[in-house]
T-cell receptor, first 111, second 115 residues
Framework: GESVGLHLPTLSVQEGDNSIINCAYS??????FIWYKQESGKGPQFIID?????DKRQGQRVTVLLNKTVKHLSLQIAATQPGDSAVYFC??????????FGSGTRLQVQP | GAGVSQSPRYKVAKRGQDVALRCDPI?????LFWYQQALGQGPEFLTY????????KSGLPSDRFFAERPEGSVSTLKIQRTQQEDSAVYLC?????????????FGPGTRLTVL
């Protein structure tokens, strides 16, 4: 399949370590934020979302933190596994319709 | 099917040809979105349907791009007189706002290459 994220910033971590991927969003009116994972040749896969009235939400092995003051979003992945290797995109929405995606971060997990 | 499906997965067109890309959303999903993803970049919004109504087409790059969803389920994105700059992956997503969630679920995309 085609390559995703040929020239994206890359985060390289060891298997078993925790990963933190950061994202700065642009629209202070955005009220819904999502993290997607995209592997080569596939569409974006939903990971976790958070609404603007929250500052933290946890899922299975993942946590999203939202700091509206500085318009910053982060995704924490616990005990990173080789299967977590992919490009990660944050996205924001206003009125919960069209998503505006960030530029993406490539996560490489070293065995 | 369990997820969003798109066809064809790959399409090669000669410059000037018309193409039609199909999206089958998750059954029962009211909202349907089309995005364009250039190589190495994040998806960019093209257009949005709620049932059969096209509520937002602000992202369509030119009048050569046209989308429809006549019966509120399957959608087709049509590109007329394709140009090389149209080469990209076209992604479809659906969501079920009626259930109170706005999570958009994406299909695998159609990779369009215009020669």
């Amino acid at each position: 399949g085609e390559s995703v994220g040929l020239h994206l910033p890359t985060l390289s971590v060891q298997e078993g370590d925790n990963s933190i991927i950061n994202c700065a969003y642009s629209n202070s009116a955005s009220d819904y934020f999502i993290w997607y994972k995209q592997e080569s040749g596939k569409g974006p896969q939903f990971i976790i979302d958070i609404r603007s009235n929250m500052d933290k939400r946890q899922g299975q092995r993942v946590t999203v933190l939202l700091n509206k003051t500085v318009k910053h979003l982060s995704l924490q992945i616990a005990a990173t596994q080789p299967g977590d290797s992919a490009v990660y995109f944050c996205a924001e929405a206003t009125g919960r319709r069209a998503l505006t995606f960030g530029s993406g971060t490539r996560l490489q997990v070293q065995p | 099917g369990a997820g969003v499906s798109q066809s064809p997965r790959y399409k090669v067109a000669k410059r000037g040809q018309d193409v039609a890309l199909r999206c089958d959303p998750i059954s029962g999903h009211v909202s349907l979105f089309w995005y364009q993803q250039a190589l190495g970049q994040g998806p960019e919004f093209l257009t949005y349907f709620q049932n059969e109504a096209q509520l937002d087409k602000s992202g369509l790059p030119s009048d050569r791009f046209f989308a429809e969803r006549p019966e509120g389920s399957v959608s087709t994105l049509k590109i007329q007189r394709t140009q090389q700059e149209d080469s990209a992956v076209y992604l479809c997503a659906s969501s079920d706002r009626a259930s109170g969630t706005d999570t958009q679920y994406f299909g695998p995309g159609t990779r369009l290459t215009v020669l």
